[in-house]
C-alpha cells in the first residue's frame, strides 16, 4: 500500500492543524494505520493508532486529549487532528500501515509497521 502524507506547515503555539495520509494500492480497510513523528536529532516516536474498523484507538500520553485519529475507509484515508499544539510538537509526520491479519503482542507503540508515507513537517512556534 502506497502512503501520502499531507497538512503540516507551520502554527502558532496553540493552533489546530489536521495532517492527512492518503492511500492507495491495496484494501484500506484490511490495514491498520498509524501516526508517528520525528524531531530533529531525536528517534522517531508513536504517536497514535487506529483499528481497521476504526473502532478502536490508541494515542501516546503525550498528545491525549489534544490529537484525535480518525479514519474514512471510503474514502482510503486516515487523518490525526491536532489542537492545542505546542512547540515540542514540531517534527515530521509520517503515517504507516500493517496489515490487520498480522498477530500483535504488546501495544500499538510497539508494533513494526510496514509500509510508510514520505512525511510532512509540522512546526510550532512560539
Known amino acids: 500500500v502506497q502512503l501520502q502524507a499531507s497538512g503540516g506547515g507551520l502554527v502558532q503555539a496553540g493552533g489546530s492543524l489536521r495532517l492527512s495520509c492518503a492511500a492507495s494500492g491495496r484494501t484500506f480497510s484490511n490495514y491498520r494505520m498509524g501516526w508517528f513523528r520525528q524531531a530533529p536529532g531525536k528517534e522517531r516516536e508513536f504517536v497514535a493508532y487506529?483499528?481497521?474498523?476504526?473502532?478502536?484507538?490508541f494515542e501516546a500520553d503525550s498528545v491525549k486529549g489534544r490529537f484525535t485519529i480518525s479514519r474514512d475507509n471510503a474514502k482510503n484515508t486516515v487523518s490525526l487532528q491536532m489542537n492545542g499544539l505546542k512547540p515540542e510538537d514540531t517534527a515530521v509526520y509520517y503515517c504507516?500501515?500493517?496489515?490487520?491479519?498480522?498477530?500483535?503482542?504488546?501495544?500499538?507503540?510497539?508494533?513494526?509497521?510496514?509500509?510508510w508515507g514520505q512525511g510532512t513537517q509540522v512546526t510550532v512556534s512560539s
Open positions: 504507516a500501515a500493517v496489515p490487520a491479519t498480522r498477530a500483535q503482542v504488546g501495544g500499538p507503540y510497539s508494533w513494526r509497521f510496514d509500509y
Open positions: 487506529i483499528s481497521a474498523s476504526g473502532g478502536s484507538t
